[in-house]
């Protein structure tokens, strides 16, 4: 749905010199005109027009988006002349200057929002192209410019907008019964078609079963894009990508072609062997040229397009990886080309089919997969005639991209690993996931080739089959990174390394597996949307990149794949597997990414979209309950170290418990949903059984001076019952007593798997134990974030203990070094050490409350909140603490200081500073100092 890199850009350079130069001298006289007609009038300001506009989750300038009632949101200027907003006024047209009739016009609207402003008018059009812009109001009631106008193009949102069909090569038809390897062998497919008269502009509409790269005229249409469409609840919507190919087209006679591929609709997910390569791939694509004159030319898949599988590449598997042979290319076979027709031996007519009635065709609505960098080889591990071992020296995600010599007939094997085990190259923990690349070389001399269909998690690459003449070197290959293309956020460093390390690991960590959907690990035969592993990590992944489109994309999956009776599958999409129970601490992800995101966001849309889907979860654990007592399943806390139960990877944790914990956290969190949808109906419902799962989850699992009454006394039993708020009065203190001592008795280590790990920081913060926290995360032995970071780790590890350099992969076996749910500490980073917090939804009231521990004498950092961007850096040396602090436009915020400081000496912006002074801070920096207690 979005421009190509160039054109994203192209984007962001007129948005940076509206910022510059402010509103042109057109939209000054707009301005005037607007000022006699519907407004106030008011006198000439300097107040700032909004920037930074952006549509829906986050996008700018969209192309082929896909709400029909778009939101709208902007910011302030920050700095000297920031200023509070009291109303704003958002006009829509359907030209950038404004002339024609307005389509949709807000008024001047008595409001400090400035995000998540819905539009109104009537529902924008598959196709239709607006401009919308936005004006905004002081305290002093006096009004900005106009902000520049802004593009938003609709996509195809109906089914019905689809003339095209689905097209494929004939032998793959399934009345052929074609086999894995025919199906598991990509397709190529193309037309021609002449354009008579010159071009205004064009898009291309194009989506697969399958994956597609697309050609016209020989040139790719979207070379950063990969993986495209990416990975939805196939059965029931398969998202479509809209590209502007205006440039890529000339009038008289053109090409368009696409290699198709099965991917994730057709390829098995996780070790389902059977099932891999029983679909055939589809492509469908429709291209819409709109002449100079205004007419229309659309060139759509039909039967009269041409399809082989005789091309270069021979397989293609997610998990398997990808065969190339050199001697099968066809030079010009996605350009015009006369040698090509159904005459030419390898080509053949496509089959078609039509549109499923219940898949829906929507435009994607998040950035694709794309090529975000390349890493270089840092060394070369060994080498001999045969092989060699390169290390890029960063575990990460993506394709090589080899330029290697060899012999003609010879055939290179590439292969990937995360790590060494004792010196050798190791690749028994992807388990039944070949994720090999073989090239076959037609000609002596130096190859390049880059893998398309298939991606690999990797920090080692070995290449055998070369030249045996030659020596390797570090050029013969680059590491391709790829992931869902988003804002990383690079927000946080401190003076400690391994600290930063940490955070780089687990930033690592998110890029390896935002791919299309949050995956568990990106390298073995898994790399599954595991909802428990998604719903620890998505706050942390809020505060480390521009993940919110991301995550409100995979909850469409999330809805789609809840069954009738309100089932939320382990894993998203789901296919069939041995697991078709579900897992609390698993489906209540369900819950809480929707209430996190509104936390982070503020925006109401996320609560309504979800609502339905939350209750829905909530009564199907009130059906696997009794008494208020969950039996639900559950993976529990999912690899605990130390265990002493027989089930070794669920921890220790009584399973009910972990359930009726959960239960009460799903029904609270869809409370409060419905406190803030005005829900007032469901309230009090919710409220009562809430109250009544409370009461059940401390008299059952507790006896009266708070100990277990069945199982062990684990961490994770007090850290759900303490961040789930199941505790009341003092019994909140005794909680917190039982969980210290637990800790205590581990040497300040903890003994938490998924489900207690990410609550550890924020329980212990609230106990005023801030001081635990950093002996937890300081650590280096193990269990510990540190032990990896000492054994090497550039990525957050599955378990524990995955890995130690001297004695490599744990036989415990399940180790994969990149699974990100460890990496939720990260959270505390922002809301603890910088002591960023959202006090209100969307941070409109913002909590700054540094956490201070003898480990680090200074932190510094942002988070980009929807109003602007909050800052934090604080130091202390010879026990004098200094805080500098910026507070973003159109938000307060609140200062908790530290405990550690001599509340006397407290300065704010030199002045001695009460701490009623420090409740209400409006935009602006702030410098405040202090003495620390000895
Ligand atoms: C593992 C996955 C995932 C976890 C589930 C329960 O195989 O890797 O991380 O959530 O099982």
């Excluded at 198709?260 to 390829?267: D, H, T, V």
């Amino acid at each position: 749905m979005f421009r190509t890199k160039l054109k994203k850009s192209a984007a962001l350079v007129v948005f940076a010199s509206s910022v510059l130069l402010g509103c042109s001298q057109h939209e000054s006289q707009q301005e005037a005109q607007q000022n006699t007609t519907a407004e106030p009038l008011v006198s000439k300001t300097l107040l700032q027009a909004p920037v930074q506009l952006k549509v829906g989750e986050g996008f700018i300038e969209p192309l082929g988006y896909y709400e029909s009632k778009p939101r709208f949101s902007w910011r302030l200027m920050q700095g000297l002349n920031s200023f509070k907003q009291t109303a704003y006024q958002i006009q829509v047209a359907s030209d950038a200057q404004f002339k024609s009739p307005i389509i949709w016009d807000s008024g001047q609207v008595e409001s400090s929002a400035n995000s998540w402003i819905k539009y109104q008018g009537q529902p924008l059009q598959s196709r239709q192209t607006v401009f919308w812009r936005v004006k905004v109001w002081n305290e002093a009631k006096q009004a900005s410019k106009w902000s520049s106008a802004q593009s938003l193009e609709m996509g195809l949102l109906a089914n019905k907008d689809w003339t095209a069909k689905w097209i494929g090569h004939t032998d793959t038809e399934l009345a052929k019964s074609p086999s894995q390897a025919l199906i598991a062998t990509p397709q190529y497919l193309r037309t021609e078609f002449a354009l008579d008269k010159s071009v205004k502009t064009a898009r291309l509409y194009i989506s697969a079963k399958g994956l597609f790269k697309a050609y016209i005229n020989g040139q790719q249409v979207a070379p950063q894009d990969v993986m495209t469409p990416g990975w939805t609840p196939y059965q029931k919507r398969i998202e479509t990508l809209t590209y502007d190919v205006t440039d890529l087209l000339a009038q008289g006679q053109n090409a368009l072609a696409a290699t198709l591929a099965g991917g994730w609709y057709s390829g098995r997910i996780f070790d389902l062997k059977d099932q891999d390569h029983t679909q055939p791939p589809r492509l469908i694509a429709q291209l819409e040229v709109t002449y100079q004159d205004g007419s229309i030319k659309t060139i759509a898949t039909d039967e009269t397009w041409l399809a082989s599988q005789q091309g270069p590449i021979r397989f293609a598997s997610i998990y398997d990886g990808e065969k190339y042979d050199q001697a099968k290319e066809i030079p010009g076979w996605n350009a015009v080309n006369k040698n090509i027709s159904l005459q030419s031996s390898k080509w053949t007519q496509v089959t078609t089919e039509n549109l499923d009635a219940d898949v829906a065709l929507s435009p994607k609505r998040h950035a694709p997969i794309r090529v975000i960098e390349s890493l270089p080889v840092q060394q070369i591990v060994k080498a001999d005639t045969n092989s060699v071992v390169f290390d890029f020296g960063q575990n990460m995600v993506g394709v090589p991209k080899v330029s290697i010599p060899m012999l003609a007939g010879q055939t290179a094997k590439i292969r990937f690993a995360e790590a060494l085990h004792k010196g050798e190259f190791y690749t028994d923990n992807y388990r039944s996931a070949h994720s090999t690349n073989y090239f076959t070389a037609d000609k002596t001399g130096v190859i390049h080739y880059q893998p398309s269909f298939t991606y690999h998690g990797y920090r080692y690459v070995e290449i055998s089959g070369f030249d045996p003449k030659q020596t390797p070197s570090k050029d013969w290959v680059t590491a391709i990174v790829q992931h869902s293309d988003m804002a990383l956020a690079n927000n946080f460093t401190s003076s400690h390394s391994k600290l930063n390390q940490l955070l780089s690991n687990v930033v690592w960590g998110l890029r390896s597996n935002f791919y299309d959907i949050p995956l568990d690990c990106p390298q073995r035969d898994e790399r599954m949307g595991w909802t428990g592993d998604a719903q620890v990590f998505v706050t942390p992944s809020m505060y480390m990149a521009d993940s919110y489109a991301f995550w409100s994309a995979w909850l469409q999956s999330l809805r789609e794949d809840q069954t009738a009776e309100g089932k939320i599958p382990s894993y998203v999409p789901y296919k069939e597997w041995k697991v078709k129970w579900a897992s609390s601490g698993w489906g209540d992800a369900a819950t809480i990414i929707p209430w996190d995101l509104y936390m982070m966001t503020g925006d109401k849309q996320v609560l309504a979209d979800n609502y339905a889907m939350m209750q829905a979860w909530v009564r199907y654990h009130t059906s696997h309950s009794k008494n208020a007592i969950s039996s639900m399943m559950t993976f529990g806390d999912w690899l605990q170290p130390f265990t002493e139960s027989k089930q070794v990877n669920r921890g220790d944790t009584p399973f009910d418990l972990i359930s009726t914990a959960y239960y009460a956290r799903s029904i609270e969190l869809t409370l409060k949903t419905a406190k803030e949808l005005g829900k007032t109906a469901d309230v009090a419902e919710l409220q009562a059984l809430h109250q009544q799962v409370k009461q059940a989850f401390r008299q059952h699992f507790f006896d009266s001076q708070l100990n277990p009454t069945q199982g062990l006394a684990t961490q994770t039993t007090y850290l759900l019952g303490l961040a789930f708020n199941l505790f009341d009065g003092e019994e909140i203190e005794i909680a917190q007593q039982i969980l210290i001592m637990l800790l205590k008795e581990a040497d300040n280590h903890l003994r938490t798997g998924f489900l207690g790990t990410p609550l550890l920081a924020s329980v212990l913060q609230d106990a005023g134990r801030s001081d635990l926290v950093y002996e937890l995360i300081f650590k280096e032995t193990y269990p510990s974030w540190f032990y990896s970071v000492n054994n090497g780790a550039t990525t957050t590890w599955e378990r524990w203990n995955s890995y130690s350099l001297k004695d490599g992969f744990n036989p415990q076996g399940m180790n994969s070094l990149n699974h990100y749910a460890y990496g939720s500490i990260s959270r505390w980073f922002y809301e603890g050490m910088l002591g960023i917090q959202p006090k209100t939804p969307g941070f409109k009231q913002i909590t700054i409350a540094p956490q201070l521990g003898e480990q680090l004498n200074q932190a510094q950092g942002f988070y980009d909140t929807p109003q602007g961007r909050v800052e934090v850096a604080w130091q202390v040396t010879d026990k004098q603490f200094n805080l500098k602090l910026v507070v973003p436009s159109n938000t307060t915020a609140e200062i908790i200081l530290p405990k550690q400081l001599i509340a006397s000496t407290v300065k704010l912006n030199g002045s001695v500073a009460l701490n009623q002074a420090l409740q209400n801070l409006s935009a602006g920096s702030y410098n405040l100092t202090a003495t620390l207690a000895d």
